[in-house]
């Protein structure tokens, strides 16, 4: 393996490889025909258990059934939230869910006991003992049960808070933990939309994310948003959170105050996971105490509840967050029903694993009543380590308030935290005194000393009791890890302490990076633009993502008190040009338009400029984008200034598209610019035609008659320019130009003009398309415009479409989300073809799944799943590596049974993965655009349409949207042998299985681009720089990925032509983001013929 040690930043690895002898080599359970034995022990003797480690069952039914959550009480006693209605309740059924608490009395590691607590509840998705008796997430609800004569089920029911959503079963208010300061946090999942009322205001949050309360005042604050499910949340020892997503795919998840994640409505940035190609998880614990080994401490278990897959990752520092690494797993088992989804650490060190236990997971593609749903079983496993001495059991709510305090100092997180909760629910009189005494009363030389503090502190802000002291000896510590919390609890008492700011002025410049992250987002909280100065200081420092994230939120929160001051013109940032722009960048606002015009007046860098004029282009009005124009002009006689001017000239042409913004004055002068025979033609053609600049007709018509590289941009801009001259000279174009690209450019064009002149001239156009040709585009044209659909049956009527030509049309229809049935009937019949079925028989589906079971080949069927003409990769990833237009696959297998997986690859529509329907789009100017939806606020809707590409619509260009079928159509496997498909199905039936298909813990690089051996000028370039190959953007690069396995296969590279001795190569690049500086090992099954750049350096 070599090494190299990089500083952290994103680098391309560019591989030539020569040719010599050697080669490299959702979803829903229906139809459930092998249900297993529920016997807990031969469920355990199925685990592949970690070595060193053990299973034991520790309780199952009859003592409980279904669990959903679970947590420790100080007594040891375990708490379960259990529901045998999931997922729904019948109409006329009677409540009946419950909470149990299940007891180890003789500690021998085995529950003897179990108490219903409460009951009649439906579906509890969360339950946290504490304050006498349990809260509980029940619906709408949190609740709070108390036990008052002590004979351990509750008395009296107590609603705390209400006004969460409702609109899915599991996504519902759950995942109840206390934080380490005495907090209660619980979760809500993406179709939740919860609307709170309390004594502090109403409190709202759409969609997924992490709610923070204080019981005691009902003070309920969202700690960060866009998580899709978010089943699982942790705090390290020092207070940092963690989150899985049961619905996401990047493993852990780093969250601080305001954090933002994919699905937040109306995010604008998000943030991004650790793991990025991990499978879904649930639950979340790290480990910590006596018993596990020592190279256990601090990691973190989650579970791959559709992998059957109890799973383990480590951690590390990485700037001003952490990365993450998977390992080996805790327990992995080819059992269908082990379902792990709840997993804590228990009173003796053990840990405790919740398992649902239920071949069939899916809760919308599957039958409510299906008959195969698991209500009765369920059973909670205990994981111990060979050889270990387990931790003393301890009845907390019995021990003195001293030992309470001495707890403190355990390594065990469960012992401090639940020694926090009886202190705090034995008073502040009587606890907080005796604090003091056992603060003062701490060895000063300890190297523990800093950390007993912290914990300290975190029991004064359990009781809201402001220390100064503690909370300076913090914010001082030699320990960045205790300053870091230190500010978390500054940002909590920010109005119970003195002089907060300038106490936050230190912490922003702290050397440590975390210490600063933590410093900007609790000056968000300050309502100040001296906060806004105090943050934006953190500039001065380097910046990496996470605090980029933070700094950029910050700013944005802050906007109210540092934006109107600089608009009039006071002095912001301390006239610092980069703070300025960075906070402007950041707010994107109209008010900032003066400010930044201002900032042309001062000496700027050329990057600081082209920052400035980009904002300006964004949110300036006519006069501000003219000054962009003269700009451009100015510079027009510089080849070397196109780089620059370029992008200038794209937002532009944003400007108008988002904002229906043109520059004021003469438009006509951008003739000046044309004839550069470059990008730069292109960019002016497209700003002709949205700014309509009717004197640069002759030129544009020139441009798209010359067979350039800019000619379909010139083709389009005839056609916004609209009139007799351009349905002229766009009909000419589409029927007498040489080049097929040409002719359906014109034609597209055109239709966007004229749909009823248009559409029978595309049709003709198809009609000429030869085997070389790539007809999609217009065929796209065509279902994207309003009216063209209805004329395409009778433009079709006398012509015959080459059969390839014909199954991309209705390939492209079948995807439009729209009613194409009469244009697919006369494609079909224009093409010759054969209507594929709408639905599949019976007896023929259980022939199909007989023959996957007995005769399907995975190992060929991941062949054809890699197969360019079957579409798989497109929309879908494995461990990341695909498109994300469909669900990643990772765990099918896993999750999915085989008549399922044959229904939907043949009848896609039969069943939509929730999340994954299509939204249907018609603007303003008639365009009909389909996709899945990615994010929205309140400019700007994203799609990504089947393409796997990114679609940006204005909102306010929306006329109408409607929600579309699956984005995958019909037919995709018409073109495959019965064989093929047998083996393809066979294949996504072993996804997430344990086996040669199971999750990779290995660091691989599993997303590439092949460069295409066509790209013109390739050889030259090849020759007098191919160390400059992988940053070339006039090259044309085609995205591959891994196998399952890592290995990238090289028939699946084009072969290049090397220009020096005709060898054979293949030529593929990667992206490695190196986020730590350190030694980075590359490892390469074999370097025979290998030739690498890093960064066009050869090594």
């Given at each position: 393996?070599?090494?190299l ?10 591989i030539?490889?020569?040719q ?55 007594e ?39 108490r ?12 946290e003992?504490?304050?006498g008796?349990?809260?509980v ?43 380490v ?7 809500q ?16 949050l ?10 005691e ?11 899709v499910?978010?089943?699982g949340?942790?705090?390290?020892d020092w ?17 601080f ?15 991004k ?7 879904k ?14 190279d ?9 509840f ?42 003796d060190g ?6 649902w ?9 599957v ?59 034995r ?5 907080l ?6 603060v ?15 914990e ?16 300076k ?12 919390a ?13 002089n ?10 702290d050397?440590n ?8 987002r609790?000056?968000g ?13 953190a ?64 000496e700027l ?7 400035v004029?980009r904002?300006?282009?964004?949110v300036?009005?006519?006069q501000?984008?003219?000054q962009?124009v ?17 992008p ?12 229906r ?25 497209r700003?002709a ?33 609209g009139?007799?001259?351009s349905?002229s ?21 055109l ?5 009823g ?5 595309a ?27 209805d ?12 059969a ?42 259980d ?22 003409d ?8 494995i ?19 085989v ?28 365009k009909?655009?389909?996709g899945?939806?990615v ?17 940006s ?35 996504l ?22 460069l ?40 699946d ?47």
């Amino acid at each position: 393996m070599n090494r190299l040690r990089l500083p952290g930043f994103v680098f391309f690895l560019l591989i030539v490889l020569t040719q010599v002898l050697f080669t490299s080599p959702a979803l829903a359970q229906r139809e459930l025909k092998d249900i297993p034995d529920p016997d807990p022990e031969l469920e355990r003797r199925s685990f592949q258990v970690a070595d060193g480690f053990e299973v034991n069952l520790y309780a199952a039914d009859p003592l409980l059934a279904k669990p959903i959550q679970m947590n420790f009480d100080p007594e040891g006693r375990l708490w379960i939230a259990s529901s045998e209605i999931y997922p729904h309740i019948a109409p006329g059924q009677p409540a009946t869910d419950k909470i149990l608490v299940v007891e180890d009395r003789d500690h021998d590691g085995t529950a003897e006991t179990t108490r219903v607590f409460a009951d009649g509840l439906l579906i509890p998705t969360g339950v946290e003992p504490g304050d006498g008796g349990a809260y509980v997430a029940n619906s709408t609800e949190l609740v709070h049960f108390v036990d008052l004569d002590g004979d351990g089920k509750a008395d009296e029911k107590r609603v705390l808070l209400s006004g969460f959503g409702t609109e899915d079963t599991h996504h519902i208010i759950h995942t109840f933990r206390w934080g380490v300061e005495g907090l209660l946090y619980f979760n809500q999942s993406i179709y939740i939309h919860s609307h709170v009322e309390t004594p502090w205001g109403v409190r709202r949050l759409g969609g997924g994310g992490i709610w923070q309360f204080r019981p005691e005042s009902l003070q309920l604050e969202v700690f960060s948003r866009g998580l899709v499910n978010p089943w699982g949340h942790q705090q390290d020892d020092w207070g940092q959170s963690f989150a899985t997503d049961g619905a996401g795919g990047e493993g852990i998840n780093f969250i601080f105050p305001g954090s933002v994640f994919l699905t937040a409505p109306g995010a604008t940035r998000i943030m991004k996971g650790l793991n990025p190609g991990s499978p879904k998880h649930c639950g979340l614990e790290m480990i910590s105490g006596t018993h596990f080994p020592d190279d256990w401490q601090g990691n973190l278990i989650t579970n791959d509840f559709r992998g059957h897959r109890v799973c383990r990752f480590v951690l590390s520092n990485d700037g001003s967050g952490f990365s993450s690494r998977e390992q080996a797993e805790v327990i992995k088992t080819s059992h269908v029903a082990f379902r792990p989804i709840d997993v804590k650490m228990g009173p003796d060190g053990a840990l405790y694993i919740a398992d649902w236990y239920n071949p069939i997971i899916q809760h919308g593609e599957v039958d409510f009543r299906d008959p195969r749903r698991d209500h009765t079983h369920g059973r909670i496993w205990r994981v111990t380590a060979k050889g270990r001495p387990l931790m003393k059991r301890r009845n907390l709510a019995k021990l003195d308030t001293a030992d309470l305090l001495d707890l403190q100092k355990s390594p065990a997180q469960f012992e401090r935290v639940h020694a926090r909760r009886v202190l705090k629910e034995r008073g502040a009189d009587e606890v907080l005194p005796r604090l003091q005494q056992w603060v003062e009363g701490l060895d000063p030389a300890s190297p523990h000393l800093d950390q007993w503090r912290l914990e300290a502190l975190w029991t004064c802000q359990a009781f809201d009791s402001p220390e100064p002291r503690l909370l300076k000896a913090a914010l001082a510590s030699g320990d960045p890890r205790v300053r870091a919390a230190g500010v978390r609890v500054l940002s909590a008492w920010k109005t119970q302490v003195e002089n907060p700011l300038e106490l936050l002025e230190k912490a922003i410049q702290d050397d440590n990076p975390r210490v600063r992250l933590e410093a900007v987002r609790s000056l968000g909280s300050f309502a100040s633009q001296q906060a806004a100065e105090t943050a934006i200081r953190a500039i001065d420092r380097p910046v990496d993502g996470n605090l980029d994230f933070a700094l950029w939120q910050t700013m944005r929160d802050l906007q109210p008190y540092w934006l109107p001051a600089l608009e009039q013109g006071e002095s912001v940032f301390r006239g610092d040009v980069r703070s300025l722009t960075y906070g402007l960048s950041a707010v994107g606002a109209p008010g900032v338009v003066a400010p930044l015009t201002r900032l042309l007046q001062k000496e700027l860098s050329s990057e600081e400029r082209q920052q400035v004029l980009r904002l300006i282009a964004a949110v300036g009005g006519p006069q501000e984008l003219r000054q962009i124009v003269d700009l451009v002009l100015a510079t027009k006689e510089s080849a070397g200034d196109q780089p620059q001017v370029i992008p200038l000239l794209e937002s532009l042409a944003e400007a108008t598209i988002r904002r229906r913004v043109i520059p004021s004055g003469d438009l006509s002068v951008l003739q000046q610019l044309l004839g550069q025979k470059t990008d730069l033609d292109a960019a002016v053609c497209r700003l002709a035609g949205l700014w309509k600049i009717e004197s640069l007709r002759a030129p544009l018509t020139r441009l798209a008659e010359s067979g350039e590289s800019s000619a379909a941009t010139a083709i389009a801009a005839l056609g916004s320019l609209g009139g007799a001259d351009s349905q002229s000279t766009l009909t000419r174009l589409a029927r007498e130009s040489v080049t097929f690209p040409t002719r359906m450019a014109a034609a597209s064009s055109l239709l966007a003009l004229d749909a009823g002149v248009g559409t029978p001239l595309a049709v003709e156009v198809l009609a000429s398309a030869k085997s070389t040709d790539d007809p999609l585009p217009l065929w796209t044209a065509l279902w994207q415009n309003k009216q063209a659909p209805d004329a395409v049956p009778a433009a079709l009527a006398k012509i015959k479409l080459p059969a390839d030509v014909a199954k991309l049309g209705i390939r492209s229809a079948r995807i439009a989300g729209r009613d194409l049935t009469g244009p697919i009937a006369a494609i079909t019949s224009a093409g010759g073809l054969s209507a594929p079925p709408t639905e599949i028989a019976r007896d023929e589906l259980d022939r199909l799944v007989k023959l996957v079971q007995e005769t399907g080949d995975a190992q060929r069927g991941e062949a054809v799943f890699r197969r360019a003409d079957t579409l798989c990769l497109r929309c879908h990833a494995i461990s990341g590596a695909g498109g994300q237009v469909g669900p990643d696959m990772t765990s099918l297998g896993a999750s999915a049974q085989v008549d399922y997986l044959v229904e939907s690859i043949l009848v896609p529509n039969k069943a939509v993965k929730e999340n994954f329907h299509s939204l249907v789009v018609e603007t303003n100017s008639g365009k009909v655009l389909n996709g899945v939806k990615v994010r929205e606020n309140s400019t700007e809707l994203v799609l990504r349409n089947a393409e796997d590409v990114e679609i940006s619509i204005p909102v306010s260009e929306i006329s109408e949207r409607v929600n579309g079928g699956s984005i995958m159509p019909a037919g995709l496997t018409d073109t495959l042998t019965e064989r093929e498909l047998i083996d393809l199905v066979r294949f996504l039936s072993e996804l997430g299985k344990v086996g040669p298909y199971a999750p990779s813990q290995s660091r691989v690089a599993r997303r590439w681009q092949t460069l295409d051996p066509a790209t013109p000028k390739l050889s030259e370039i090849l020759i007098s720089a191919p160390g400059s190959v992988p940053g070339r953007q006039d090259l044309v690069w085609t995205p591959v990925y891994s196998q399952v396995s890592g290995e990238l296969p090289l028939s699946d590279l084009p072969v290049v032509i090397y220009p020096i001795g005709g060898v054979r190569t293949n030529i593929f690049r990667t992206e490695i983001d190196v986020t730590t500086e350190g030694a980075v090992g590359l490892k390469f099954n074999d370097i025979t013929g290998l030739s690498l750049w890093i960064d066009g350096k050869a090594v």
